[in-house]
């Protein structure tokens, strides 16, 4: 997907000392956390690249010089206008579960779900976690059943979101790795033509990335409370437009 995989910058991120039994940016003794804007661009350097060449007109620019022209114009808050404007200018129609019963959504959901694996745009493979068709029923989301695979396997945007020092301090060492979550994030257009971006939460067991929880936000609140609230978050991915 990008010159740099996810999986490479998340292993250089999770460096540990030899003696360490914990991965994670913000583990005491690994390597100190890389910035948001960092982990952006280094996940993002082909589509960076091409907006770049659109920007400079086709003028000749070397790479370095691409580098540092991107570099210098790339902040926290620009990077969070960047990934807003990608969900409200990519969105989907949903196609929305009809539900008749809860015995039959229970038989689609293990047609689409039981025993699946998934591949995701960065690398890593994804499947649904324990009870949760249970919990789709339970909190009234199985209009969002079909939404939940096309989120995974095409999100527009996935936000990381490591663990932060306390959490990390308080859990077993076997849950820690489960801390860090993957939040897959894909805009649709629902009934009266709403715009709302769909979510689906992910953490790491046994480096496959298991679904927890599947649930609809507005473009601003996903933003607000997902991406701007905690700058330690870090945008893996943002899905190209177009090539250059």
């Known amino acids: 997907m990008n010159s740099k995989e996810f999986e490479s910058i998340y292993k250089e991120c999770n460096t540990a000392a030899e003696s360490a039994c914990l991965e994670s940016p913000l583990d005491a003794t690994s390597k100190p956390p890389m910035l948001f804007e960092d982990i952006y661009f280094e ?119 490591p663990p932060n020092q306390n959490a990390l301090q308080t859990a077993h060492q076997e849950k820690r790795k489960a801390l860090d979550t993957l939040i897959f994030a894909k805009s649709f257009i629902m009934k009266q033509k709403r715009l709302q971006v769909i979510n689906s939460v992910t953490i790491d067991r046994a480096n496959m990335r298991v679904i927890i929880n599947t649930f609809e936000r507005s473009v601003q609140d996903f933003m607000n409370k997902k991406v701007r609230k905690k700058q330690y978050k870090s945008c893996i991915y943002k899905k190209i437009e177009s090539s250059y």
């Open 43 to 161: 996940c993002n350097l082909k589509p960076l690249f091409e907006q770049v060449l659109r920007e400079m007109n086709g003028q000749a620019i070397s790479a370095n010089a691409m580098t540092d022209y991107k570099r210098n114009n790339m902040s926290f808050d620009k990077i969070c206008d960047e990934i807003e404007k990608r969900l409200e200018q990519q969105p989907i129609p949903l196609q929305t579960y009809i539900l008749k019963d809860n015995e039959s959504f229970t038989e689609d959901y293990n047609n689409i779900y039981l025993n699946k694996i998934f591949n995701t745009p960065i690398g890593v493979k994804a499947k649904i976690g324990d009870n949760q068709a249970d919990k789709f029923i339970k909190r009234g989301r199985q209009s969002l059943l079909y939404a939940t695979k096309e989120v995974i396997e095409n999100p527009t945007v996935i936000i990381w979101d």
